[in-house]
């Protein structure tokens, strides 16, 4: 079965790139431009087994409130925070979130993949 990852970016290139690496591995993306668009596709799509979020974003709630609300309403999610700017602390993530920091590095995100079951 391949997992599908949610890929939650609202900077066209990065997300394209990002969905790209993800294919490349092996894994199956669906993409979001921002938080609202990726709640729909988390009702729409319940076999998403990761979510790949940015922090800064606008619309309705960034990538952190994101992934709390993702973490409450579908809690066995893999959740991947990413950020160029931002350094959240682990206090303010949901327990089980992986951070990196942009530009990170593909197998970073792969290995962070590569761990679901």
Do not use: C, Q
């Amino acid at each position: 079965m391949t997992i599908l990852v949610l890929v939650v970016e609202d900077e066209p290139i990065i997300r394209m790139n990002t969905v790209v690496m993800i294919e490349d591995a092996g894994y199956e993306a669906v993409e979001a431009s921002n938080a609202d668009d990726a709640i729909l596709l988390l009702e729409a799509r319940p076999e998403i087994r990761a979510v790949f979020s940015d922090i800064e974003m606008p619309g309705s709630m960034d990538g952190l409130k994101l992934i709390h609300a993702i973490r409450k309403r579908w809690p066995p999610a893999v959740l991947i925070l990413a950020s160029g700017r931002v350094t959240p602390l682990v206090t303010d993530m949901p327990e089980r979130t992986v951070f990196l920091r942009k530009p990170y590095a593909e197998r970073d995100l792969l290995k962070v993949l590569e761990g679901i079951d």
